[in-house]
């Protein structure tokens, strides 16, 4: 299992609840954007993005997202959301996910989604800071 979220280094257990399925008895799609939501949230909170965020007005706001179906999961189970950062450009950086059923020991869904440093007290888009370029290589250098 620990191969499938090798490179992530941060990795999140979600069990699937019955109320995520939809009339088909899969997991319904939307629900793949909440689990991403969740390790999004624990890698900013690994990265103490909520105490910067009060400090600086400066935080991430999330600008484009896509997902990759690969199988479907079901109740009940169990999967692993990994998450890390991919890149980092001037003002944004992208980050890949990964959805694992542990059920099925296999990757459930892979994702991307663009990531844009955002000033919340002058309402506009900001250049990534080095003090937060510094804290996501930190976070990345503990992937294994």
């Given amino acids: 299992m620990n191969k499938l979220v090798k490179g992530y280094p941060v990795v999140i257990k979600?069990?699937?609840?019955?109320?995520?399925?939809?009339?088909?008895?899969?997991?319904?799609n939307v629900v793949y954007f909440r689990y991403f939501e969740n390790?999004?949230?624990a890698y900013f909170e690994k990265l103490d993005g909520i105490e910067f965020m009060t400090r600086k007005g400066v935080g991430p706001i999330l600008a484009a997202t896509s997902c990759r179906f690969k199988t479907p999961l079901t109740y009940p189970d169990?999967?692993?959301?990994?998450t890390k950062v991919t890149s980092i450009e001037k003002?944004?950086?992208?980050?890949?996910?990964?959805v694992v059923s542990t059920k099925n020991q296999k990757v459930a869904a892979e994702a991307d989604c663009v990531i844009v440093t955002?000033?919340?007290?002058?309402?506009k888009?900001?250049?990534?800071?080095?003090e937060l370029r510094r804290?996501?290589?930190e976070i990345e250098n503990t992937a294994t």
Avoid: C
Avoid at 125 to 130: A, D, F, T, W, Y
């Fill in 14 to 28: 979600l069990s699937i609840q019955w109320g995520e399925m939809d009339a088909f008895q899969h997991v319904n």
């Fill in 39 to 41: 390790a999004r949230l």
């Fill in 78 to 82: 169990t999967v692993l959301v990994a």
């Fill in 91 to 98: 003002d944004r950086f992208m980050m890949d996910y990964r």
């Fill in 118 to 123: 955002f000033n919340y007290r002058e309402n």
């Fill in 125 to 130: 888009k900001v250049p990534v800071s080095e």
């Fill in 135 to 137: 804290l996501i290589m």
